[in-house]
């Protein structure tokens, strides 16, 4: 038999956990409404390098995941409404007047304000000619974290 005493100071850690004094509570709750997306996925460039992957290998399921909707379109062309009309229209948002995934290999992303980005693609008739890129994807971070949020041919 083995005498002695163990300190557990776990044991004691959920009973100071419950012992939140009623400012530091509402402080975190403060902080929470003023900073929604305080856990959101706030850094871009990681999740541009996820959906530009996601582009350039039709996973068509995952960049849905990525898109807030309803989808903006281009001056004249219908808004797309959800998942499954997105899925149908695949090909005319990601080939249609940009081929994105030729495109995206090589596109920088900019910034346009502290909550939107955009990637600036060439006609796909032209993909060289990186001076004259007037399809526009657009990004923003949203409560759920960044997002695809609009398609636009800035020459419209």
């Known amino acids: 038999m083995i005498k002695g005493t ?9 009973a100071s956990i419950r012992v939140i ?34 582009v350039i290998s039709g996973d068509k399921g995952k960049v849905a995941e990525m898109t807030k909707f309803p989808l903006s379109m281009p001056y ?24 994105a995934a030729q495109c995206f290999a090589k596109a ?3 910034k346009e304000s502290a909550q939107r980005y955009a990637v600036y693609c060439p006609f796909k008739e032209t993909p060289n000619d990186r001076e004259n890129a007037p399809i526009r994807f657009m990004f923003e971070l949203t409560k759920a974290g960044w997002r695809f949020v609009g398609l636009d041919n800035i020459n419209e």
């Open 6 to 14: 163990v300190k557990t100071p776990e044991l004691n850690s959920f």
């Open 76 to 99: 004249e062309v219908k808004a797309v409404k959800n998942r499954e009309e997105f899925l149908r229209r695949y090909s005319e948002i990601f080939k249609g007047e940009a081929n």
């Open 108 to 110: 920088e992303q900019q």
């Open 21 to 54: 004094s009623p400012k530091t509570w509402i402080a975190g709750v403060l902080i929470l409404l003023v900073f929604p997306n305080a856990f959101a996925e706030s850094d871009f460039s990681a999740f541009w390098k996820t959906f530009k992957s996601s």
